[in-house]
């Protein structure tokens, strides 16, 4: 499903150095594979799902996602493609702010294989305990609220690779075990694979034989951050 092969991405920092934040020589995730890794604040985590995702253009190196090579497309078909196979749960949400709860969800969904489906939309948003507040907008949610929109957004579409950048950094321990269990159950009743990354022991230990980041992120190997 996902095949990534010496991925790098480094940044200038203010003072001008270049600063490798990204070395991953080799990752791989099978159909229905379910995979957490663990890795400490700055560690690159975010820059990573960025780089898998297409969000952000990689330095060098491959992503292949479901036979196709992502890192050889244009921004027009990576796009594409992000939206017909990929889920993704934002670290900070990055809800619409202008639309509504529901519509945040219905407008993920339109550019999706599925299409835009009301019904299906309002049915995530009640999977995840939002169902009285689909009128509302982000601003008037909760930040726990707000992520459980972008949970509800990400698992929509019925995507075949979902990634998780810390989704339930914000819920307090019943809504972080909902939360969870939610994403884990419905990649399962899709084949989807699943790849979750966080710092909350909570969250790690719900997946046997998750990995440390910096076993993986060849650019952490001895790098204080
Ligand atoms: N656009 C950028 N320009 C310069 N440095 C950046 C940029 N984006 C990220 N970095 C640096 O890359 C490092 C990794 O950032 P990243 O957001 O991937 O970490 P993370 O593991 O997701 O952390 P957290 O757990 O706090 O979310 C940080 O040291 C950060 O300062
Ligand atoms: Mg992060």
């Not at 244009?74 to 702010?97: C, H, M, P, S, V």
């Not at 995840?128 to 509800?152: E, I, K, N, Y």
């Not at 022991?201 to 440390?212: A, C, S, T, W």
């Amino acid at each position: 499903m996902l095949a990534v092969t010496d991925l790098k991405k480094s940044f200038l920092a203010p003072d001008g150095e270049r600063v490798d934040i990204v070395n991953v020589p080799a990752f791989a995730l099978a159909a229905g594979e379910q995979v957490a890794l663990r890795g400490e604040s700055g560690s690159g985590k975010t820059t990573f799902l960025h780089l898998i995702a297409g969000i952000l253009a990689a330095d060098g190196g491959k992503v292949l996602l479901d036979g196709t090579e992502m890192t050889a497309l244009g921004e027009a078909r990576r796009d594409r493609l992000r939206a017909e196979k990929l889920g993704y749960i934002f670290q900070t949400f990055n809800l619409l702010q202008g639309y509504t709860v529901l519509e945040n969800v219905v407008l993920g969904m339109s550019f999706g294989p599925r299409g835009a489906d009301r019904a299906h939309a309002r049915e995530m948003l009640e999977r995840v305990g939002l169902g009285h507040r689909l009128d509302h907008f982000p601003a008037q949610l909760s930040t726990g609220q707000q992520q459980r929109v972008a949970v509800a957004r990400a698992l929509a579409n019925r995507p075949k690779l979902v990634l998780a950048d810390e989704p339930t950094g914000n819920l307090d321990r019943k809504h972080a075990g909902e939360a969870l269990a939610l994403i884990r159950e419905v990649c399962r009743e899709h084949g989807a694979a699943l790849l979750l990354v966080s710092h909350d022991e909570l969250v790690l230990g719900q997946f046997e034989g998750h990995r440390d980041f910096a076993e993986i992120n060849q650019a952490l190997k001895g790098v204080p951050r």
